[in-house]
């Protein structure tokens, strides 16, 4: 009888045992497919080009698609201004006079505004792509979640540029040298949204640009250039009366959200992610899991 009672109570322990190990084979299975998910591999080109053609275009249209309310954007520059004035950093008037005042400086500087904008941004993503591969993908999603939130800024806060505020005497620098500068000046200001100022993309990607240079780069002199880089931006942005500090301060928030994105996503700042994929093509913890689990379910 004794003996019939330890077989009894140990069957049920036999039975049960198949059913905790399978769930918790497909748990492990689960996480291992979310690890490969989120592993780094080797970015192909052209998905790449695509991927952000398509995403620039959809920004864009997006962006323009927004309602130039401009009685709501021309009160919200009054309102940025007095905020500016009240603890004492409204000098963007004249910084955009005394600049302006030096033709050669302020020509220069509106060509800046018009193209390192594309140019530096593009050439930092080809970098990371061609040297620093394992890092691409979340330095690339740090860049988007940057865009993405800007959206959801141009949507909700629409802001006047100084350049187009009423009484406050700021010089649009594109139309008074007769520059190409600016897809909200001269011609081409009816294909671009003018009251699309808070935040400021060129100060998000300009800073995504030096901070990624910064942390990744070998080379001091190299390092350097990256921190001057959106220095130099936020010097342009306000000469040029396109943006108020403000706006930078925005910009540098929407890439902070950026960041925390990309971070909650690879687990890690895209620089401390290796240099290299580890793995390009199927990760083998979870081909691992997924074969044990397979045996298990195999009759």
Not at 13 to 25: C, G, I, L, R
Not at 121 to 142: E, S
Not at 251 to 266: I, N
Request: proline share 6%.
């Amino acid at each position: 009888m004794g003996e019939s009672s330890v077989k009894t109570l140990e069957t049920p322990t036999d039975v049960s045992s198949p059913t905790v190990t399978e769930t918790e084979a497909r748990r492990d299975t689960g996480h291992a497919l979310l690890e490969r998910l989120r592993a780094p591999r080797r970015p192909r080109i052209w998905f790449e080009i695509l991927l952000i053609a398509v995403s620039y275009w959809t920004y864009s249209l997006i962006r323009n698609a927004v309602p130039e309310q401009k009685s709501v954007a021309l009160a919200n520059a009054d309102w940025i201004w007095a905020v500016e004035s009240r603890i004492g950093i409204a000098v963007e008037h004249t910084v955009n006079h005394a600049v302006n005042s030096v033709t050669w400086l302020i020509v220069g500087m509106n060509y800046y505004y018009a193209t390192l904008h594309f140019i530096v941004t593009i050439g930092v993503l080809v970098w990371i792509y061609r040297f620093h591969p394992g890092r691409y993908a979340a330095a690339r999603m740090v860049l988007f979640a940057t865009t993405g939130v800007a959206l959801v800024g141009y949507y909700l806060y629409p802001l006047a540029p100084p350049r187009l505020m009423n009484g406050q005497d700021f010089i649009d620098t594109v139309l008074v040298h007769h520059t190409w500068g600016s897809m909200a000046s001269g011609n081409l200001k009816h294909m671009s949204n003018q009251y699309a100022a808070m935040p400021s993309m060129h100060i998000g990607w300009s800073l995504w640009c030096g901070l990624t240079i910064f942390a990744v780069a070998s080379a001091p002199w190299a390092r350097i250039l990256g921190l001057l880089y959106p220095t130099a931006t936020l010097v342009v942005i306000v000469a040029t009366a396109n943006h108020f500090w403000l706006d930078a301060v925005g910009g540098m928030l929407c890439l902070g959200f950026g960041y925390a994105v990309s971070r909650s996503w690879y687990g890690s700042l895209p620089h401390r992610l290796p240099r290299h994929p580890v793995r390009t093509d199927r990760h083998p913890a979870a081909e691992a899991l997924l074969n044990r689990f397979r045996t298990r379910q195999a009759p």
